[in-house]
């Protein structure tokens, strides 16, 4: 992909995501599971006060309002169009939780971040629409800390996509630019990640995905009485692509899940950043050479036990 599809891509997802449409379709939270399922993810990830977080692509600052007012976290939103940065700055003016935030707009290929500057990243529904997912993982693992967190929830493909949605559309609706998690996880250990856990998300992206096709048939019919004007965008394009879109997931090619690394390697080391991140840290001091860690792909409660600093 050269670099004038690329900036392309870019600024059709921002254009399309600061629309009236979008804001009818899916309100202010863009992506599916909702506040719900970002919380889950911060509650996870071990969000909490006095730490420094950054959401990629925040949207309409929905997410990044929420982990504020929710764990007592500083978050920082970054997001390529300028009027969904406006509109995430006026709710966290809102809701009054503007100290614990800020907002900027901002390419996620080319964080303006200084390196190591964040505790913790987040990026829900988005890493999939960038063009150059190795340059932005290597970005955010650039702008993390020692011990840090990175969350990611993301639509998923298996398999080919069917040609018809490997379009500039597709794109735009998170579907073409999508990747398998095994994709996902090889382009981040690439960037230094390491020990993932995967957790399957589908049924929240359908039940979106149905509530679309719904709000859909309420904008054709004010369409249809002279009360909204879509001016270039194809509506039975978008209904047909919605259509699509629910095939797709019921037949198991698209899907949506989250993504956490439980390791972030710095140079020679591996640092666990998670409910044991500074126990780990004091072990890796005193020489110890085990520690035990909340294993989230097991039971609740369950513990390993494992080497907390390995070399490459």
């Known amino acids: 992909m050269d670099e004038v599809e690329n900036r ?6 921002a254009t399309f995501y600061e629309s009236d449409l979008v804001r009818m379709l899916l309100g202010d939270v863009l992506h599916p599971g909702g506040l719900a399922l970002t919380e889950r993810l911060g509650r996870l990830m071990g969000l909490g006060p006095d730490q420094r977080v950054l959401d990629v692509a925040c949207g309409r600052g929905a ?135 995967v957790e399957d998300q589908r049924d929240a992206l359908l039940e979106m995905v149905q509530d679309v096709r719904r709000k859909l048939l309420a904008v054709e019919l004010a369409v249809g009485l002279g009360k909204l004007d879509l001016g270039e965008l194809d509506l039975s394009e978008g209904k047909r692509l919605a259509r699509r879109a629910v095939d797709l997931i019921e037949s198991g090619v698209v899907g949506y899940g989250s993504l956490r690394p439980n390791a972030v390697r710095r140079g020679r080391f591996e640092t666990c950043p998670y409910a044991c991140a500074e126990r780990t840290l004091r072990a890796a001091r005193n020489q110890k050479s085990e520690f035990r860690r909340q294993d989230y792909s097991g039971e609740p409660g369950e513990t390993t036990t494992r080497n907390p600093m390995t070399t490459r």
């Open 63 to 197: 997410s990044a309002v929420h982990l504020a007012e929710r764990f007592g976290c500083h978050v920082t939103g970054l997001d390529y169009g300028t009027e969904n940065v406006a509109a995430a700055q006026a709710l966290a003016a809102d809701r009054g939780i503007a100290r614990l935030t800020a907002f900027r707009q901002g390419d996620a290929e080319a964080l303006p971040f200084d390196d190591a500057t964040f505790d913790a990243v987040i990026s829900e529904c988005s890493f999939c629409t960038f063009p150059d997912k190795a340059t932005a993982a290597t970005e955010m693992a650039r702008v993390l800390r020692p011990a840090s967190r990175l969350g990611l929830a993301d639509i998923t493909v298996s398999g080919t996509l069917p040609e018809d949605l490997q379009t500039l559309l597709g794109w735009v609706a998170c579907v073409a630019g999508a990747g398998t998690p095994e994709e996902y996880v090889a382009t981040l250990e690439k960037a230094g990640f390491a020990h993932f856990t």
């Open 8 to 13: 392309e891509i870019k600024l059709c997802c």
